[in-house]
């Protein structure tokens, strides 16, 4: 295969509050990242899987139970560091695409529309949504509870960024030894287009929501259905 997937499963779930990396808590009866890579069972690329140190046993029987082949490797401390991570273990392919282990419910369609936009000549794609709040700017952000409200910002002109994105790899390589400053960006399609290159855009699904609070998890959970295991 010419493609590389990169799964970056190495963040701490600080804000799901479970006591333990994200991608390893449990919804309903197996862990978030093994029902990420359930769902990229199908698809045509060759497996990275980026997690925290000391996990990498654990990871490659999650991966066994999934049913998918990957190379384990061990991340950093921004999803940046992770990336990259990942980045020097996707060998040669032509295309990489990145995805959060916590979007654990993307439809494999949504990976195929990447894919595709890339075969079709695309360098660099990304899924997006329409924004369905109604949505201010703040002056000074005190953290919800006392916000200093700046003004509405028009919601037809935004979209919420998913994952997987998807790179042409030799230009996803410039863009991550271009960014000096990378652990600021949670967005890997914005170091590419920080060099000047366009970045195109496919349609995203509500299901490739990122599980990030424990109301992220109980949806999810409802959404799996009981424990599979
Ligand atoms: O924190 P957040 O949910 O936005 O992270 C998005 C994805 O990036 C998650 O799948 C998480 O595991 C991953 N990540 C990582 N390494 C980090 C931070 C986040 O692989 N240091």
Redesign the pocket.
């Given at each position: 295969t010419d493609t590389a997937l990169i799964?970056?499963?190495?963040?701490?779930?600080t804000?799901l509050g479970r006591g333990m990396?994200?991608?390893f808590a449990l919804v309903a009866g197996a862990p978030i990242l093994e029902h990420a890579l359930r769902g990229l069972a199908a698809v045509d690329a060759r497996l990275v899987v980026?997690v925290p140190a000391g996990l990498e046993a654990d990871a490659s029987a999650i991966a066994e139970r999934a049913g998918v082949a990957a190379r384990v490797v061990v991340?950093?401390?921004?999803?940046a560091?992770?990336?990259a991570a990942g980045l020097d273990a996707a060998g040669d392919a032509r295309w990489v695409l990145v995805h959060?282990?916590?979007?654990a419910l993307t439809p494999p369609a949504q990976v195929e529309r990447v894919i595709a936009a890339l075969r079709e000549g695309a360098s660099a794609v990304v899924p997006v949504l329409p924004v369905v709040d109604t949505v201010r700017s703040v002056e000074a952000a005190r953290q919800s509870d006392g916000d200093v409200l700046g003004p509405i910002v028009d919601r037809a002109a935004l979209r919420a960024m998913q994952t997987p994105q998807g790179f042409d790899a030799q230009l996803l390589r410039r863009a991550y030894a271009a960014a000096d400053a990378r652990g600021a960006s949670?967005d890997d399609a914005q170091l590419v287009q920080a060099l000047g290159e366009p970045v195109a855009a496919v349609r995203g699904d509500e299901l490739a929501f990122?599980?990030?609070t424990p109301a992220d998890a109980d949806r999810a959970e409802s959404l799996l259905g009981p424990a599979i295991r």
């Amino acid at each position: 295969t010419d493609t590389a997937l990169i799964v970056v499963a190495a963040g701490s779930g600080t804000r799901l509050g479970r006591g333990m990396p994200k991608a390893f808590a449990l919804v309903a009866g197996a862990p978030i990242l093994e029902h990420a890579l359930r769902g990229l069972a199908a698809v045509d690329a060759r497996l990275v899987v980026v997690v925290p140190a000391g996990l990498e046993a654990d990871a490659s029987a999650i991966a066994e139970r999934a049913g998918v082949a990957a190379r384990v490797v061990v991340g950093g401390e921004t999803r940046a560091d992770s990336v990259a991570a990942g980045l020097d273990a996707a060998g040669d392919a032509r295309w990489v695409l990145v995805h959060d282990a916590a979007r654990a419910l993307t439809p494999p369609a949504q990976v195929e529309r990447v894919i595709a936009a890339l075969r079709e000549g695309a360098s660099a794609v990304v899924p997006v949504l329409p924004v369905v709040d109604t949505v201010r700017s703040v002056e000074a952000a005190r953290q919800s509870d006392g916000d200093v409200l700046g003004p509405i910002v028009d919601r037809a002109a935004l979209r919420a960024m998913q994952t997987p994105q998807g790179f042409d790899a030799q230009l996803l390589r410039r863009a991550y030894a271009a960014a000096d400053a990378r652990g600021a960006s949670t967005d890997d399609a914005q170091l590419v287009q920080a060099l000047g290159e366009p970045v195109a855009a496919v349609r995203g699904d509500e299901l490739a929501f990122k599980i990030t609070t424990p109301a992220d998890a109980d949806r999810a959970e409802s959404l799996l259905g009981p424990a599979i295991r």
